[in-house]
């Protein structure tokens, strides 16, 4: 399994980017996918989530209404669609699997596998 996650990169507070997740991969038995992410001195926090069996989704509550998670099933990549952007928004944003089940996808260990790390800055 890899995951190669593209699109961080520096905007004004307002702006958006739109990250991409691209997975390598039996992705059709997988049970989520989603966006953690990693500001310095800070601990890693999960920004959004996709569960493929219900197609549910979860969202930070501080992301709510600017960030959208989506999938393409026929390209095997997951899209975070950030909109409005704020300075408290940066940081390293990192795409994850959960191949085996975890019940959960709030905890960094809920997620088997780890992409790079994209790095997202938001000046003021």
């Known amino acids: 399994v890899q995951l190669q996650a593209s699109g961080g990169g520096l905007v004004q507070a307002g702006g958006s980017l739109r990250l991409s997740c691209v997975a390598s991969?039996?992705?059709?038995?997988?049970?989520?996918m989603g966006w953690f992410r990693q500001a310095p001195g800070k601990e890693r926090e999960v920004v959004a989530a996709t569960m493929y069996s219900d197609h549910t989704t979860y969202y930070l509550e501080s992301v709510k209404g600017r960030f959208t998670i989506s999938r393409d099933n026929a390209k095997n990549t997951v899209y975070l669609q950030m909109n409005n952007l704020k300075p408290e928004d940066t940081a390293v944003y990192y795409c994850v699997a959960q191949t085996s089940f975890s019940g959960s996808y709030h905890s960094p260990s809920d997620f088997d596998f780890w992409g790079q790390g994209t790095l997202v800055t938001v000046s003021s």
């Open positions: 991969g039996r992705t059709s038995s997988w049970y989520a």
